[in-house]
């Protein structure tokens, strides 16, 4: 994985895990915001897509994007 991919990837579970679920599109526009990432929009929701489900990230029944508790 690269070393993009892994900033990206913690900077995800960051605020999942400040914020709570939140919808997909506000939740990568935070990560932008708040990593300064604007560079890397495509790169941080492709990011997003893999971690999904594989990394512990999954949707509630409302479509929002949560860390599932170990």
């Known amino acids: 994985m ?4 892994i900033f990206i990837t913690q900077a995800i ?3 999942l895990k400040e914020e709570g679920p939140m919808e997909r599109s506000a939740l990568t526009d935070r990560v932008i915001k708040e990593m300064q990432l604007e560079d890397l929009v495509g790169y941080t929701d492709s990011t997003l897509d ?3 489900v594989t990394k512990g990230v999954l949707f509630d029944g409302e479509g929002k994007l949560y860390i599932r508790n170990k």
């Open 13 to 15: 579970r960051m605020v």
């Open 2 to 5: 690269p070393d993009t991919m």
């Open 50 to 52: 893999g971690i999904i």
